[in-house]
């Protein structure tokens, strides 16, 4: 797996790290396919089968291959050279003229990693010397228009011998030009800047027409560069639209972003121009918004400038927000992640936040959150257009709630006086009255709505109340507010002229001059945005989401605690031998719920080129295609990358006492299970060594069975096989990557106790991402099967909508929609297990349905545990079975051990004894002689073992043999 490799695949160059897996081949040929004949493509590829290194490769090579056009290191510029040119007579270019064809499209970002030096003379001279370039370029040029057109089956065929264009003497001192202007850069920047709205700088050009570095006038090259065109208008064609799509990579969280880019240095892409957009809760270096609870908020008040004071780090953007200049700082020539931007930022005193933003012009693959692309106000305020564009969502199993939660919006009773009191002020004060009247009277129109209805709410659990409309009965609420299809623009136009930092005035004497004018804050933009963005959708094209929202006022109850009586001194004091009084207090909440992720879809649906959906999770994979209105014309379920004596997948539908387990919610609630689950799971803890991850359905579960563990004692008795941990509800980030670390070094530095188990829940932090490869999950055991939470109000109201639509609109039926829930979480749990393609465990699946109905029970997993998984009649055969599995993998990891223990003791002891011998005939060096004339590796360690072996029983008496044992103990204890 070290060596590189090159995969020509529907007609495209792929330069690929290792060689690489069928599945990897597999997902490669789907994108490829995908890419080329604008189809979207929904691909499952198991965890540690290579998926992120697939998708880079292939897309890269893809986007790179498209135009033909080299891309040159560092600047997105195209350095085209006819098919037609002749070789340069000018001063500068005739000495190393080396041609480049351009219909190979290989990127001066990637490197050739197969072309050796001599091969590589061959190309140079055969280009000088032969009169015949255009006919060579032509029939290669051909050769790949054929390669397109082949059969699927020779997309897998590498070809053996393929002339890779070199760097023209041009290009190359064009770079050398680049890097001297490097230090003049900034102060030229800075001269020219233009600043323009949510934006530290408009466009730069760092060339003028005068000063052209690129090409001189005594040539050909003269009548393509003389006339120097900017940056921005060598990369864009005549519409002023990009030439080639750039990509956008979006995952889950921040944290997966970092993998991802880790996984793009090892590639021969890894120089490709390329940013990360991410929150200012990542990016942020201002002290004063670091510190500060709501920093978006902070951030937009210093960029205001209010109280005179603005935000210094947004100023120094300009010295790092073009890709040349960034790729030439020091770490940044390769592929970087956020830790390094934000590094960086601080050292340069430059915003890395609005860095990544600038950097997204000239980036062919911006990496983000996935949310930021399906969420319409954050691809406004980060001005990502989709059109044309790739779309990659990785980590996708969850992509239809994301696309749920981010067509919906819920704002509470006090968010909306706290906006109507702020524009009641501007209004009295008459700034800008003619647009923040209208503003008012949509907070007033909803405050009033609300009030009226809180009154009438159906009590639904403890303390809880609802009332429910659907979109259209909403509209009609809406109408008698005075906002209509007709008024909602004028409405929008507004709320924008709001935003305005400052409007034009004409004095009675003079020219027409600018003021600046108090603006609505932060949090009441915040408000407004995300009520207009759903207000949109409600008035879209004549109404037509409409039916896909449900409305619904909630009323729950918080206690506050009471305003105490200030003392004279205007501290707040409480009475004496009085306790502090608290109040409860109802909360309205006001929701606007999106049952149909499509709603947000259709934002880019019809507007990118391609979209492709992967995880190693997606089954079952029929939702997607009905859920999110997609058409995916590719899909592709892959295998794993490992044996099938690696994994060991087992159903058990009754504990050590025989007793039947069945997760329903009537059978966990009673003692007989609970004792039956802990039983079961201590005797698999006491079979399976290191690290035992167990899943269960839900928190309240999780805090039942640890309050009757511990009464029994059973918690003890697990205390006294492993490190116990259990996976918190909530809680800071902090404090659950210290659990995590007690976990780690339970398994690493393990003394007394085998390992650790670690007790955690579907859909939880521990769940999704997080990588527990090796001894880390031996073993993955899930209790019961995790279905949502069915009194749940939007799970309820989304299994009737399903249900309603399931015939009109081709969606699943509601019950069948719900089981797609809980068996994509249960997928996500079985993968903690098995991370690479040496690694092994067992996946354990505790529940009585899964032996009584497996059609139904099983078809929901992924394809690699549904081939594996046998089913137990008794849980004495499935822990026999275990344990014959455990032991089997164990000795190999002992063995394995073991010879790398008498290694380290045999260097250690050849080491001592080279240093006690003075003669010339040490053992190093006849180890090292043997090295050379054995013909395999192997052979030479084993000649050398077998010398090293009597030297073992030598006692040096400066150094006695007792001492070392004792080290090589304390060794293999932390080790």
Request: a positive charge; charged letters at 25%; glycine letters at 6%.
């Amino acid at each position: 797996m070290s060596s590189r490799a090159e995969y020509i695949i529907g007609g495209v160059k792929i330069h690929f790290p290792c060689k690489a897996y069928p599945s990897q081949l597999a997902m490669m040929n789907s994108i490829v396919r995908g890419l080329n004949s604008r189809q979207h493509c929904l691909l499952e590829s198991p965890t540690g089968s290579g998926k992120s290194l697939a998708l880079l490769c292939s897309a890269l090579a893809w986007q790179q291959s498209l135009s033909g056009k080299p891309v040159e290191e560092g600047l997105n510029k195209k350095a085209e050279v006819p098919l037609s040119s002749v070789t340069c007579c000018c001063a500068c270019h005739s000495k190393n003229f080396t041609y480049c064809d351009t219909s190979l499209g290989i990127s001066r970002h990637f490197s050739s990693p197969s072309t050796a030096p001599s091969e590589q003379n061959d190309i140079s001279s055969t280009s000088q010397d032969s009169p015949g370039k255009t006919t060579l370029a032509a029939k290669l040029s051909a050769k790949k228009q054929a390669s397109m057109c082949r059969d699927e089956n020779d997309d897998f065929q590498v070809e053996k011998k393929r002339i890779r264009p070199l760097e023209s003497a041009q290009q190359i001192r064009k770079r050398h030009c680049f890097e001297k202007e490097v230090p003049h850069l900034d102060a030229e920047v800075a001269s020219r800047k233009t600043v323009k709205l949510d934006s530290p700088l408009g466009k730069i050009n760092f060339f003028s027409p005068q000063n052209n570095p690129g090409h001189c006038s005594r040539c050909c090259c003269s009548k393509q560069g003389n006339s120097q065109e900017s940056s921005d208008t060598m990369k864009k064609n005549h519409e002023g639209k990009s030439r080639r799509p750039k990509i956008y990579f979006g995952t889950r969280t921040h944290k997966q972003i970092a993998q991802i880019t880790r996984e793009l240095r090892r590639t021969a892409y890894s120089g490709v121009p390329m940013t990360i957009l991410s929150s200012r809760d990542h990016t942020c270096v201002h002290p004063e918004v670091v510190g500060n609870f709501n920093r978006n908020e902070k951030c937009m008040e210093l960029l205001d400038g209010k109280n005179g004071r603005s935000c210094y780090f947004y100023h120094g953007v300009h010295k790092i927000s073009d890709q040349h200049t960034f790729q030439t700082l020091q770490g940044m020539c390769k592929a970087w992640d956020i830790e390094e931007l934000v590094s960086l930022g601080k050292k340069l005193k430059a915003c890395p936040y609005y860095t990544a933003r600038e950097l997204l012009d000239d980036a062919d693959i911006i990496f983000c959150p996935y949310n930021y692309l399906l969420d319409a106000q954050i691809r406004e305020s980060m001005d990502i257009n989709l059109k044309e564009q790739v779309v990659i969502l990785d980590e996708a199993h969850n992509i239809e709630d994301c696309a749920r939660e981010s067509a919906s919006y819920s704002v509470t009773e006090v968010q909306l006086r706290f906006a109507r009191d702020e524009l009641d002020s501007l209004v009295s004060n008459n700034i800008r009255k003619k647009d923040h009247e209208p503003l008012r009277a949509v907070c007033y129109s909803l405050i009033n709505w609300l009030e009226e209805n809180s009154e009438h709410l159906v009590e639904r659990d403890y303390e809880s109340s609802y009332k429910i409309w659907s979109g259209n009965e909403m509209l009609l609420n809406l109408y008698k507010m005075g906002i209509t299809t007709a008024t909602f623009p004028i409405l929008q136009g507004h709320f924008s002229a709001v935003l305005q930092k400052e409007e034009k005035v004409t004095p009675i004497h003079g020219k027409e001059e600018t003021r600046e004018v108090p603006i609505i804050s932060a949090s009441t933009q915040i408000m407004l945005k995300g009520l207009f963005m759903v207000l949109d959708y409600l008035f879209r094209q004549n109404s037509r989401f409409a039916d896909d929202y449900k409305i619904a006022i909630q009323q729950t109850y918080s206690w506050t605690n009471q305003i105490e009586i200030s003392d004279k001194n205007g501290f707040f004091a409480l009475p004496k031998n009085k306790k502090r009084s608290r109040q409860k207090i109802a909360v309205h909440v006001l929701n606007f719920w999106c049952l149909n992720p499509a709603v947000a879809f259709s934002d880019i649906n019809g507007k990118v080129r391609t979209i492709v959906l992967t995880s190693g999770t997606l089954s079952p994979m029929k939702s997607f295609s009905s859920e999110l209105g997609v058409t995916f014309t590719i899909q592709l379920e892959a295998n794993h990358v490992i044996n099938n004596s690696q994994v060991w997948v087992g159903t058990i539908g009754s504990g050590p006492k025989g007793r039947t387990l069945c997760a329903t919610f009537q059978h966990t609630e009673t003692f007989e299970f609970q004792d039956e689950v802990g039983a079961l799971l201590l005797s698999v803890c006491q079979t399976v060594g290191q690290g035992i991850l167990c899943f269960l359905p839900s928190y309240k579960l999780l805090e039942k069975l640890k309050e009757r563990w511990f009464y029994t004692g059973l918690w003890n008795n697990l205390e006294l096989v492993k490190t116990v941990i259990v996976e918190p509800q909530g809680g800071e980030k902090t404090d659950f990557d210290e659990l995590l670390q007690v976990y780690y070094d339970a398994i690493k530095y393990k003394g007394e106790k085998d390992g650790a188990l670690l007790i955690a829940v579907c859909r939880g932090k521990v769940s999704e991402g997080l990588d527990f490869s090796d001894d880390n999950a031996r073993a993955v055991i899930t209790i019961g099967i995790p279905f949502p939470n069915v009194k749940d109000l939007q799970v309820e109201l989304k299994r009737r909508y399903n249900d309603h639509h399931s015939k009109s609109r081709g969606l699943l039926p509601g019950r069948q929609w719900y089981e797609i829930q809980a068996y994509r979480a249960l997928n996500q749990a079985l993968g903690r297990c098995i991370r690479h393609k040496n690694d092994w465990g067992a996946l354990i699946l505790v529940d009585d349905r899964f032996i009584n109905n497996p059609s139904r029970y099983t078809s929901g997993l992924s394809k690699w545990v549904r081939q594996e998984i046998q089913h137990h009649s008794t849980f004495e055969n499935a822990l026999e079975s275990l344990a014959e599995f455990s032991k089997k993998h164990q000795k190999v990891i002992d063995a394995s051990k073991k010879n790398k223990k008498c290694l380290q003791d045999n260097a250690s002891t050849l080491k001592v004894t080279c240093l006690e011998d003075s003669t010339p005939t040490c053992l190093l060096e006849a180890a090292s002689h043997l090295s050379r004339e054995s013909p395999r590796g192997d052979e030479a360690k084993m000649h050398v073992q077998e010398l090293q072996c009597p030297k073992m029983n030598i006692k040096n008496p400066s150094l006695p043999s007792g001492n070392i044992s004792r080290k090589e103990k304390k060794k293999s204890f932390i080790v």
